[in-house]
């Protein structure tokens, strides 16, 4: 998925909300090289680089949820059920460090525990 289009408009529509997602320091959004960008490094400014990641996994995430034949697979399969519950259990601990600066975030915790199999 690197350096591919889709990549591109998540980063875009990451940096259009980062400023509600992370408190930025003074690199802001500015980007690594794309050379480290294989190593998981696409800001230079840690907390927004971080964040990025965990906005990558929310739309992996989201992927995985919106998939028809994740749902079937889900449905009859007890360690992806406990692997999709993990996912969610740390995009949960992700929204908490942001509570403060992300108003919608109890919301999306609400929503998120709702598909939760446990």
């Known amino acids: 998925m690197l350096y591919t289009k889709e990549f ?7 940096e259009k909300d980062a400023k509600y997602l992370v408190k930025m320091g003074s690199q802001g959004l500015k980007k690594e090289d794309k050379k ?7 800001y230079c400014d840690g907390g927004v680089n971080d964040a990025f990641k965990m906005f990558l996994f929310g739309v992996s ?3 995985v949820i ?17 692997l999709h519950d993990n996912i ?3 995009t949960i601990g992700f929204l908490l ?8 975030a109890n919301e999306i915790m609400r929503d998120l ?4 199999y446990k």
Do not use: A, C, H
């Open 8 to 14: 591109y408009e998540i980063m875009e529509s990451f």
């Open 36 to 42: 480290n960008w294989e190593r998981q490094s696409y």
């Open 61 to 63: 995430l989201g992927k």
């Open 66 to 82: 919106e998939t028809p034949e994740t749902i079937i697979k889900v449905s009859k399969d007890n360690e992806y059920r406990k």
């Open 88 to 90: 969610i259990d740390k």
């Open 97 to 104: 460090m942001f509570l403060s600066t992300n108003k919608r």
């Open 113 to 116: 525990q709702s598909l939760k």
